[in-house]
């Protein structure tokens, strides 16, 4: 049994995560990002065991990993070319191991070294639950990507398949899926993959950078799938005062997923799946399409305020409200 | 009774919680910095309901001020000039009612508007506890403030008397004080006070900044007494790889400050006194404590690495290690 947070003590424990970061990072009471002539993107996410993960499901080395994709993710969508760094809050009961929170922090340290930037700094504190607060820190390319720049008449695309996080998940705990109708072995062994080591699309990003039709400006809608396909185009509407048509034949469906509406369901509603969901003017929208490969056009942004509506039977389309609190 | 945050859901929640922010500021996945020739300073603080704070001793308004206050307080031992906003990760249980976190909200809202500031974003959840977490974003002025920057010779200052906050904590709680010396009823007003709104030291860098000797360099050592007094000290001594020798007859004390040595623990473990604690050239040091009021020096650093002793009998003072994890 590996020693507890308690045995440990606060000094002791701080001593080993300062491990995690650059030497002498962690000596001062905040941390210092340089000047910079871009402007900086800061995102803050919370995670809650029993809430965001379990024991059951996930690794302490992909929650590690997963709290800092999901604050990257938001980075990728809002624009950023280059991670700075995160800060961590840790809260944990004393009674948890200290290879739990080791493991935690190989994780971080994996994901950042694959995306980028360093642990510039945290706090921690004993409490009830264990519990991750990151922010994240990143530089904004030429592009401003955000929530309010989705226009009528851009079309709506994702730069992946939606439904995988939530089949991984379902696969995990052993819960059912949405109808029997059987699924590929590949498909399972993507779909767990996916919900423990999802990633963040700077790949996209920075393809629909490069992609830009000369002639037009960069104007373009933009946010992420963390709570899956249909939010985020809700999103993108709710910020923006559009509405959306969604095309049921075009659904980003992960290959070889099953023919059927209520799997459709976990496609548009799964949640954690990390794509880039873009509003953008059609010919930058082609062009993307064009050179990311894994991209689609699913719909289109209309000028009726909140409405989010099928192409095939105009029937409205409710984003059932993801609630933490119920 | 109020509406609990179950009742409200997830989005209504976000909606009212978007009022304390900017027009449009939390309508993205990320918050924006501008470009800024300073460089920028970062913190992340967490406070656990039951570690940091109880409904007994803290309103929920005194919850969101101190949770921002011990953020800045950070940024200005670290030569912050400007603070340019924060991001909050709050967890509650959905039983929580909306007047808690809109109290929590209002306390915070008001700490930014006395100390500059804006809230730029944040994330919510479910979870067992009530929890916050900050991260505090400021821009650096001429003097880089570090815990690592102290220097044998230097003399340790204060910006202002240490122990009112605990005094203040167990007045609120009526816990035992000390000894049954008698405590003046304008130091009992102080002491809760300083409990409940305490300040960031802002004022008492400004005149640091304005008040050094010019053939001196921009090189001080500095953090803030967060920890309470000796944990600063300590935290000085351990960054820098320096000792301290502090003067028993010259320690912060507080007016009407009771004379014992019990009372001096509390001035120099009692922690939440957010002064800012200094290691300066001797000439800087006179120069602050001449212009700064209730600024004082209390003691030297020393190259006697990690000792920290009396100035009159030579004893150790071997700072008892705060854990929380105990």
């Known amino acids: 049994m590996s020693i507890t947070l308690a045995e440990l003590g606060e000094a002791e424990l701080l001593d080993r995560l300062a491990r995690f970061a650059p030497p002498g990072q962690l ?3 905040t941390a210092l990002l340089p000047p910079d ?13 029993g809430v965001h993960f379990s024991d059951a499901t996930t690794a302490p080395a992909d929650v590690g990993w997963r709290a800092v994709v999901a604050n ?22 004393g009674t948890t191991s200290w290879w739990w929170v080791e493991q935690v922090y190989e994780g971080i340290s994996e994901a950042l070294e694959h995306f980028g930037g360093t642990l510039l700094g945290g706090d921690c504190s004993t409490g009830k639950q264990r519990f991750l607060s990151i922010s994240a820190f990143g530089r904004l390319g030429p592009l401003r990507l955000h929530r309010a720049q989705a226009r009528p008449g851009d079309l709506l695309m994702s730069s992946g398949p939606h439904g995988l996080s939530r089949l991984g998940l379902a696969l995990l705990q052993n819960t059912p899926l949405p109808t029997a109708l059987s699924v590929p072995p590949t498909l399972k062994d993507q779909a767990i993959r996916c919900h423990q080591r999802p990633r963040p699309r700077f790949d996209a990003l920075q393809t629909l950078v490069a992609c830009k039709p000369e002639q037009l400006p960069w104007r373009a809608g933009g946010t992420d799938s963390s709570d899956g396909l249909l939010a ?6 709710r910020s923006s005062g559009c509405g959306a048509v969604l095309r049921r034949d075009a659904l980003p469906r992960p290959d070889a997923w099953p023919c059927d509406s209520a799997w459709d369901r976990w496609c548009l509603s ?18 993307w399409r064009h050179h990311q490969p894994g991209s689609c056009c699913f719909g289109a942004i209309t000028a009726d305020t909140g409405r989010i509506i099928w192409n095939d039977d105009g029937a409205l389309l409710q984003p059932s409200e993801f609630s933490h609190y119920r």
Chains 1, 2 share one sequence.
């Not at 985020?232 to 509407?237: E, I, K, N, P, S």
Request: net charge negative.
């Open 27 to 29: 000596n001062d009471d």
């Open 270 to 287: 799964g949640g954690e799946d990390f794509e880039l969901v873009l509003s953008l003017p059609s010919e930058w929208a082609e062009s």
């Open 37 to 49: 002539s871009r402007a900086l993107l800061v995102n803050t996410d919370v995670m809650v065991e």
């Open 232 to 237: 985020a185009v809700h999103g993108l509407c």
């Open 72 to 93: 990257l993710s938001d980075l990728a969508a809002s624009g950023s070319e280059q991670v700075e760094g995160i800060t961590v809050g840790l809260v944990a009961p």
